[in-house]
């Protein structure tokens, strides 16, 4: 997975609580995490309502945690280009009483279930086509099932144990794309482009629908502080802005489908601007203005190129110059979302 903002302290913790099934104290606060379209506006794909429900554990225990901390340092030490959207231990314990900004975490979660519920259906479609050796419709959903994984990024891998089984890349194992550990889309988006051949890849598509279904069961349990949602916002335009995020071509090497996920990941980030929008008016309405203006810039460039019902081109068509365009829309969009702490009092 990507380092650029890992706490390997912090995850390591959270490994250790999510296995054991717990995610908060006995008293209800926020322990160590903080905890298409939830919000009318936000823009999505279509939504669908519910979550998955899970109980937790009232607490783990040492063996536990000591094994999920070895398998993490493991698993750190072995990859480097899964999510790079990382929320620290320190970022998720922002807090604020503002009631404006609770409201904000209020309409996240419902998001968050929607995006999962989403993308565990349209998932489904993907994988039943990778069983049903139909490569055509296989190659259609692959993207489709996606967008949902990239618009909740930051709340996705925050549970690293799934996020490195659904989202891993080649370059994470010794082995490559022969490991056996190399496991969730990017298998089969090999599989589907690079081979042409899946008749060995519905263990693969059953162990994608197994994990993503672990990850609404665990996403149901984290608790979210308002610090979650100013920092994924910025951290969401990070993920396409990073040298090795979707500017660089590498997280969809084999379809050339990058700018799906681009598209994608900007509307997390806007999704979770328009839900902290009544607190960004009250407080800075300069400053909310600026941002969608930057939001609207963005959103053009890209549809300059495509959208989701016409297609984007292959991502090897993308010009140096519309890349640099791109990075620098993406920097300037990214610094004035790093201001949304310090604007709502976040501390």
């Known amino acids: 997975m990507k380092t650029r903002f890992r706490n390997i302290a912090a995850t390591a913790v959270v490994v250790g609580l999510l296995a054991a099934g717990c995610s908060s104290s006995s008293d209800g606060e926020v322990t160590d995490l903080g905890s298409d379209s939830g919000s009318s506006s936000a823009s999505g794909s279509s939504s669908a309502s519910g979550s998955s429900s899970a109980s937790a554990s009232a607490s783990a225990s040492a063996s536990a945690s000591e094994a999920a901390t070895e398998e993490t340092t493991a698993t750190t030490e072995a990859d480097a280009s899964a999510s790079a959207t990382r929320i620290s231990e320190e970022d998720a314990a922002l807090n604020t009483d503002n009631p404006l900004v609770l409201a904000a975490v209020d309409g996240y979660r419902a998001y968050v279930a929607e995006q999962i519920e989403t993308m565990i259906a349209e998932t489904k479609v993907f994988t039943d086509a990778i ?60 599989m ?29 349990t984290l608790e979210l502080a308002p610090g979650v949602l100013t920092v994924g916002a910025q ?47 009250e407080a800075d309405p300069a400053l909310l203005a600026e941002i969608n203006a930057l939001f609207e810039n963005l959103n053009g460039q890209l549809a300059a190129l495509g959208s989701y019902e016409g297609g984007y081109p292959p991502y090897s068509q993308v010009t140096d110059e519309q890349r640099q365009e791109f990075a620098a829309s993406l920097d300037q969009l990214a610094e004035k979302l790093s201001l949304l702490n310090g604007t709502l009092g976040l501390e």
């Open 131 to 190: 069983r049903a050796g139909d490569i055509d419709k296989a190659k259609e959903y692959y993207q489709i099932s996606r967008r949902p994984w990239e618009r909740i990024e930051p709340i996705a891998a925050l549970i690293e144990a799934i996020d490195g089984a659904v989202d891993a890349r080649e370059d994470d194992f010794a082995a490559g794309v022969e490991d056996p550990e190399f496991t969730g889309w990017h298998r089969l988006e090999y």
């Open 192 to 220: 589907l482009w690079s081979l042409g051949d899946i008749s060995e890849a519905g263990p693969f598509a059953d162990k994608l629908d197994a994990d993503l279904a672990k990850l609404a069961e665990t996403a149901a």
């Open 235 to 281: 951290e969401l335009i990070e993920e396409v802005a990073a040298p090795d995020g979707k500017l660089s071509g590498e997280e969809e090497r084999y379809s050339e489908t990058d700018l799906y996920s681009f598209q994608a990941n900007v509307e997390g980030s806007q999704a979770l601007v328009e839900l902290l929008a009544p607190a960004l008016e």
